[in-house]
């Protein structure tokens, strides 16, 4: 068994300030007001366009993601109806083969809890005590599924056993309008600590890749 980090790797290949000059030159179909262009003129138009709530022209660029999370997690990623998904899949992988590591891989809960607002007054023995019961659970978990594994059950029927700890990779592609929405729930407190995880330092590299599109979607961190 591997316990790993939930993270994220951005697929697409992004130039902001051309996806900027993208949506400006659909954008401006509506007025048509293309005569306007100019080297600069985008920020200032894409700006306009997500204050007023005109957001039907961001859909218009599309970015996927590749992230590496729990199945729980990912539970609520394709909750975002309005996306395209590829996920591993529990009924086709068998996790006793050695490319998987003979064993089943979970995320690690710990920084999961750092940012779980309703366990912040727990004391560190407290914690210490909740991760070994995780961990307990975990190894019993993946015991049980290579023996039904062994025992000649298919990927299929012995993922039965398997926890939400179970680690998997999700692409996700979303036009920049359903980005804006995932963030908005995904990156704010009432959020799931372990989507918060990976939705903050996600939306930051959205705001360093991509100018003016999620600049006012600020999360408290």
């Not at 218009?60 to 590496?68: D, G, L, N, P, Q």
């Not at 070994?132 to 029927?157: C, F, R, S, V």
Request: include cysteine; proline fraction near 3%; glycine fraction near 4%.
């Amino acid at each position: 068994m591997n316990i790993i980090k939930a993270g994220f790797k951005i697929e697409s290949e992004i130039n902001g300030e051309e996806i900027l000059k993208q949506i400006e030159k659909v954008g401006r179909t509506c007025y048509k007001s293309e005569d306007k262009i100019t080297e600069e003129s985008a920020v200032k138009f894409v700006k306009g366009l997500v204050s007023r709530g005109h957001e039907a022209m961001i859909e218009h660029s599309i970015v996927t993601v590749r992230f590496t999370c729990d199945r729980g997690v990912s539970h609520e990623i394709v909750r975002h109806r309005l996306a395209s998904f590829g996920q591993e899949s529990t009924r086709y992988c068998n996790y006793s083969n050695a490319k998987f590591g003979s064993g089943i891989n979970v995320i690690d809960i710990a920084s999961g809890i750092s940012l779980d607002s309703k366990m912040k007054d727990l004391s560190q023995e407290a914690i210490t005590i909740i991760l070994q019961e995780w961990l307990n659970a975990i190894e019993d978990a993946e015991k049980h599924y290579l023996k039904m594994i062994e025992l000649g059950a298919t990927p299929q029927i012995a993922r039965s056993v398997l926890p939400n700890s179970t680690k998997t990779e999700i692409v996700v592609s979303m036009n920049l309008r359903e980005w804006r929405h995932f963030f908005k729930l995904r990156a704010d407190t009432p959020a799931h600590p372990q989507m918060r995880e990976i939705a903050i330092p996600l939306l930051k590299e959205f705001k360093r890749l991509i100018p003016v599109v999620f600049d006012d979607i600020l999360p408290e961190l």
